[in-house]
């Protein structure tokens, strides 16, 4: 009968039903990412994971090695130029209030610094004046690690202050290189082709005991960042990755050490980018942030630096992706110095440093025939952390009595007509 009928009806549309909450799960992309990235990044580790894997047997085709670019020095002189005015400057706009003084002084730094490192340098190291486009690429060096130190420092300091920086930190760093290291001599305490201790480790802790001594400023509502300042720290990131291949190698000697340190550098920038993408949205919601982006992409660079021209493309894809997983922690937790820090410096340039240091000290143990010491890389370690927090804290309170700006990160305070009024309201 009817009666009967419209109650199977109604008795099978309540089976039909279903709860609001599942069919909303049910409306979902299988992996996620209507409002999140879902799951991209365990599924970028899973994958980094798996071709880093696939790398455990590969090897460095060096036959053609000694015909890779002879008058090559100048080559790398320019692209790791490039990366001192383009890189680093570009890197440290994210400062909403400050992106005219981050390019601008970072143009003074790199040639007040190059000129000045050239000469204390060939006088530490040679004994003599003598100058080639070795010692303007080593010159670019030395400002790398004063670069780093004013990644910590910035929005903070005066041109005065930046001045003294720059003299003080030089020649301290060229006195670690020259006489505590011996990289001059036949037998260098150390093995360091890319600077890893030599540069990052000095010039992040160097900075980073600078900052504490001055402590943060009194007022830093202009220390963030906008998405028009974001974007062009993306655009210093980008030529900090293309160009450091020459910062790692250039130095070497034409051969096979300098082309498995250029394709080594590039496996662990592959490596961290990926490793940092993936990570990222893991550790913040499921979002990607361009803190990380902007920076931890570039620590495989950092950690590799020791140990280049040494290792296979599996253990640089293993530094490059454990480099770049340190430096994303590190960015989003800000576990050290966060207070103080204005680049986060620590988490770029301190911690992978040390990270790329402890590799090269374990690296003997795994690659037979590297000429490394374990001692001499722990004691070279160990002993430029020092030299760099002592001379660091001796330089902050230098500093400070040379006088620091009541107004921090605004060009304002030193540029004529950047009038910053706007922007803080923002």
């Known amino acids: 009968d009817l009666s009967?009928?419209?109650?199977?009806?109604?008795?099978?549309?309540?089976?039909?039903?279903?709860?609001?909450?599942?069919?909303?799960?049910?409306?979902?992309?299988?992996?996620?990412?209507?409002?999140?990235?879902?799951m991209f990044g365990p599924v970028g580790l899973v994958i980094q994971a798996a071709i880093t894997a696939a790398f455990w047997n590969a090897k460095l085709d060096l036959s053609g090695a000694n015909d890779t670019d002879?008058?090559?020095?100048?080559?790398?002189?320019?692209?790791?130029?490039?990366?001192?005015?383009?890189?680093?400057?570009?890197?440290?706009?994210f400062l909403k209030a400050y992106g005219i003084g981050a390019v601008g002084l970072t143009m003074f730094i790199t040639c007040l610094g190059v000129e000045f490192a050239v000469l204390i340098e060939s006088?530490?190291?040679?004994?003599?004046?003598?100058?080639?486009?070795?010692?303007?690429?080593?010159?670019?060096?030395?400002?790398?690690?004063?670069?780093?130190?004013?990644?910590?420092?910035?929005?903070?300091?005066?041109?005065?202050?930046?001045?003294?920086?720059?003299?003080?930190?030089?020649?301290?760093?060229c006195a670690n290189k020259v006489f505590f290291l011996k990289q001059y001599a036949a037998?260098?305490?150390?093995?360091?082709?890319?600077?890893?201790?030599?540069?990052?480790?000095?010039?992040?802790?160097?900075?980073?005991?600078?900052?504490?001594?001055?402590?943060p400023p009194k007022d830093d509502k202009l220390n963030a960042s906008s998405y028009t300042s974001d974007i062009f720290s993306l655009v210093g990131t980008v030529f900090l990755w293309l160009f450091w291949p020459?910062?790692?190698?250039?130095?070497?000697?034409?051969?096979?050490?300098?082309?498995?340190?250029?394709i080594n550098t590039v496996l662990a920038l592959l490596a961290s980018s990926v490793a940092t993408f993936a990570l990222t949205p893991i550790i913040e919601n499921g979002k990607l942030t361009t803190v990380p982006i902007q920076n931890a992409t570039l620590a495989g660079g950092v950690s590799i630096g020791a140990t280049a021209n040494l290792?296979?493309?599996?253990?640089?894809?293993?530094?490059?992706?454990?480099?770049?997983?340190?430096?994303?922690?590190?960015?989003?937790?800000?576990p050290f110095f966060g207070d103080c820090d204005t680049c986060g410096i620590s988490n770029l340039h301190g911690m992978p440093g040390i990270f790329g240091g402890l590799v090269s000290i374990a690296v003997?143990?795994?690659?037979?025939?590297?000429?490394?010491?374990?001692?001499?890389?722990?004691?070279?370690?160990?002993?430029?952390?020092?030299?760099?927090?002592?001379?660091?804290t001796c330089t902050g309170f230098i500093l400070k009595a040379v006088g620091t700006p009541e107004d921090a990160f605004?060009?304002?305070?030193?540029?004529?007509e950047c009038d910053d009024k706007g922007i803080a309201k923002q």
């Not at 002879?70 to 706009?93: H, P």
Request: proline residues 4%.
């Open 364 to 392: 003997p143990f795994m690659y037979h025939g590297t000429g490394l010491v374990p001692a001499h890389q722990a004691i070279g370690l160990a002993g430029t952390l020092v030299v760099a927090c002592v001379t660091g």
């Open 246 to 262: 020459s910062f790692v190698a250039g130095a070497l000697p034409s051969g096979p050490g300098q082309t498995t340190a250029l």
């Open 123 to 173: 006088y530490m190291g040679k004994g003599a004046l003598e100058i080639d486009f070795l010692s303007l690429l080593n010159g670019n060096f030395a400002v790398a690690a004063v670069l780093i130190s004013f990644g910590g420092l910035i929005g903070k300091i005066s041109p005065m202050q930046i001045t003294v920086l720059t003299l003080v930190e030089l020649l301290c760093y």
């Open 311 to 334: 290792v296979g493309p599996f253990g640089a894809l293993v530094i490059g992706g454990c480099a770049g997983l340190l430096s994303t922690v590190g960015f989003v937790k800000s």
């Open 70 to 93: 002879k008058s090559s020095v100048y080559n790398y002189y320019v692209g790791v130029a490039l990366m001192m005015f383009v890189g680093f400057g570009y890197l440290m706009t």
């Open 187 to 215: 037998s260098p305490v150390i093995a360091d082709c890319g600077g890893t201790i030599i540069i990052h480790v000095f010039g992040a802790y160097f900075g980073l005991c600078a900052c504490k001594v001055l402590g």
């Open 410 to 416: 605004t060009d304002e305070t030193f540029w004529a």
């Open 4 to 38: 009967r009928y419209l109650e199977l009806i109604h008795c099978f549309s309540l089976r039909q039903s279903v709860h609001p909450a599942r069919e909303m799960a049910m409306n979902q992309p299988l992996l996620g990412g209507a409002t999140t990235t879902g």
